[in-house]
T-cell receptor
């Protein structure tokens, strides 16, 4: 079982909807990540939170809005998405918040379909 | 920018065959190196990692990898594969600033 929990596992939304993906970890990790994975492709980094502050935004469109309410939780708010945004969204965490931080622990992902 | 190259996109082996998957990265500084595995329908799991010390690292399920600094390589090996090793394998590199770069993945099919 993964120690990073993501909800929902599946989400279908229209282009005008607003929805959120949630991620939770209780390992005391101080860095949390959102990755996007399209079929047959490697995970692509979207955002990194380090000590609850946004430290990396890989030029992600503003229709994706991350939020880190506390050290255990990470959200990804979705609004006005496009069909090409359909993908598996992975949350991950790592132990420390800076530098070379040890391995990533991944959740099972939220599979998003945008109609 | 960093990049991670996995040369084999799809590998098909029979059970008991030996496996070697290539991984090369481009970054001149100090790095952490990883191999992750993604079994069908499951999440990414860590197979093994290299931070420092002995360049030959052993992971779970009989996998090992060797870091060769001069070649910027971190190849994954297993002497004898099993049908249950059928999965996709990703090499990843972490340098600084929480950035992990993943290779394009190698899909391994092991025939029983």
């Amino acid at each position: 079982d993964t120690e990073v929990t993501q909800t929902p596992k599946h989400l279908v939304m229209g282009m005008t909807n607003k929805k959120s993906l949630k991620c939770e970890q209780h390992m005391g990790h101080r860095a949390m990540y959102w990755y996007k994975q399209k079929a047959k492709k490697p995970p692509e980094l979207m955002f990194v939170y380090s000590y609850e502050k946004l430290s990396i935004n890989e030029s992600v469109p503003s229709r994706f809005s991350p939020e880190c309410p506390n050290s255990s939780l990470l959200n990804l708010h979705l609004h006005a998405l496009q069909p090409e945004d359909s993908a598996l969204y992975l949350c991950a965490s790592s132990q420390t918040g800076t530098g070379r931080t040890g391995e990533l622990f991944f959740g099972e992902g939220s599979r998003l379909t945008v109609l | 920018a960093q990049s991670v190259s996995q040369h084999n996109h799809h590998v098909i082996l029979s059970e008991a065959a030996s496996l070697e998957l290539g991984c090369n990265y481009s970054y001149g500084g100090t790095v952490n190196l990883f191999w992750y595995v993604q079994y069908p329908g499951q999440h990414l799991q860590l197979l093994l990692k290299y931070f420092s010390g002995d360049p030959l690292v052993k992971g779970i399920k009989g996998f090992e990898a060797e870091f060769i600094k001069s070649k910027f390589s971190f190849n994954l090996r297993k002497p004898s594969v099993q049908w249950s090793d059928t999965a996709e394998y990703f090499c990843a590199v972490n340098s600084n600033f929480n950035k992990f770069y993943f290779g394009s993945g190698t899909k391994l099919n092991v025939k029983p």
